[in-house]
């Protein structure tokens, strides 16, 4: 979710994923996909910006997120993966003397 602001200065959090179509004129206004319409404060450049990060930190999320770790937990093995553990296999060759 990311957080956006009304022109009254409340806050309300929206799913990025559930924006149609944004325009400025002047006030910038996102319609989402069930044509619910919000007038936010924040420039168009602004909420792409919020929307790109928004995503940029699910892929992230997802790219460092143990997998296994729900059996492991189930087994009494949890262990933590940090964010520098690679997901993908790697190949190794061993060098020839």
Do not use: C, W
Not at 1 to 10: A, E, H, K, P, V
Not at 36 to 61: F, G, H, K, P, W
Not at 75 to 96: A, D, F, M, N, Y
């Amino acid at each position: 979710m990311i957080i956006l602001t009304r022109l009254n200065d409340s806050h309300f959090a929206v799913n990025p994923d559930l924006v149609e179509r944004m325009h400025s004129n002047p006030d910038t206004t996102l319609t989402l996909v069930d044509g619910t319409t919000y007038i936010v404060t924040e420039t168009m450049d602004e909420v792409i910006e919020l929307m790109a990060r928004y995503r940029a930190r699910i892929i992230s999320l997802a790219r460092f997120h143990d997998l296994d770790a729900p059996r492991r937990e189930a087994e009494g093995k949890l262990v933590l993966v940090s964010e520098q553990t690679p997901r993908t296999p790697h190949i190794t060759r061993e060098r020839s003397s």
